[in-house]
């Protein structure tokens, strides 16, 4: 009985500390990253729906045309491959959904290698160095942020955030940030 409650104990302070040191930090600059105006605009790829944008990724779209329409940058970057289960890329699926909401076909770059985020902005950053590019606004939803500013950093990669928001559905929130906490836990063990 003893040692049951003082491993619950531990368990529970473990939890904590995970959630203060690990949690807390990616809510934080989800909720206050702020976009500087800059080259281009980085969208992040994510799961697609046939050859539709998932929710979250449609979420992401919706920020980079609200950043473009309003001249945070001239260009946008779409960054995804074709994952086992997608019928097209991800940027394909992203640039065809900007263009249907009246992005420029000719303001939309292409970045279809990438199957994670490292990737997404190593190769980004490949493209950015070929148009003479310094500055990027890095899109993504709020819970992927700080992990996407931290490899951005790595790579030296000079960019800002800007936070899409996340799905209407606790579920799938919730499930975004633990998935971002191991990413991040996962990151400093591992880094790049």
Known sequence: MYFTNKLRSILLFLTLIILIVVE????????????RPGDTIIVLGAKLVGHEPSTMLRLRLDEAIQ????????????????????????????????????????????????VNTYQNLINSQQIMRQKGWNYAIIVSNASHIRRSLVLAQNIGLDASGAPAPMADNYLLTAKQYAREGAAMISLFVFPK
């Open 67 to 114: 950043l473009y329409t309003n001249g945070y940058a001239s260009s946008i970057i779409v960054s995804g491959g074709r994952g086992s289960d997608e019928e097209v890329t991800e940027a394909q699926a992203m640039h065809d959904y900007l263009v249907a909401h009246g992005i420029p076909d000719q303001a939309i770059l292409l970045e279809d290698r990438s």
């Open 24 to 35: 807390l930090p990616i809510i934080l600059v989800g909720q206050n990253a702020t976009p």
